[in-house]
């Protein structure tokens, strides 16, 4: 499938920078003219898989968040979320609804239930030691 764009983000493991990236994924799905929903989405799911980086990925310790993104030429959106944290030994367990790495923070546990329940697919892929990628894929419809 042809790639119509691409972005390359990356910014600090910091809280405050969630907001920048839901500003920034929205920025760069504006041109499919997506529906309220659909943005509403995406923008959730990326909070979720960015917040993931900054709990569990660096443990609140800091580090490098990247975001790379596509849109494909039939509306599809593939974001992968990346960090180079402490990763995930079982990426079965780590998806449960309720599983938490920081149960003392607390957490619900139910991030990879809403990036999966908010976008067409979800791909987690880790390496304890090395770092997480999570690949988010929405088609947006052409409703208009």
Do not use: W
Request: aromatic share 4%.
């Amino acid at each position: 499938m042809k790639t119509l764009n691409e972005m390359k983000l990356s910014f600090p493991s910091k809280s405050q920078n969630e907001a920048f990236a839901r500003a920034a994924v929205s920025a760069f799905i504006a041109p499919l003219d997506p529906t309220v929903g659909e943005l509403s989405d995406l923008k959730t799911a990326v909070s979720e898989a960015v917040t993931n980086c900054v709990v569990h990925g660096y443990r609140r310790q800091g580090g490098e968040i990247t975001i790379n993104g596509k849109i494909t030429e039939d509306r599809r959106v593939i974001l992968k979320i990346r960090d180079k944290g402490v990763g995930i030994e079982d990426i079965k367990q780590a998806m449960e609804p309720l599983f938490t790495t920081a149960p003392d923070e607390e957490r619900a546990g139910l991030g990879f239930a809403v990036m999966q329940s908010f976008c067409d697919k979800v791909r987690v892929t880790s390496k304890p030691g090395k770092g997480t990628s999570v690949t988010l894929e929405k088609r947006i419809s052409h409703v208009r």
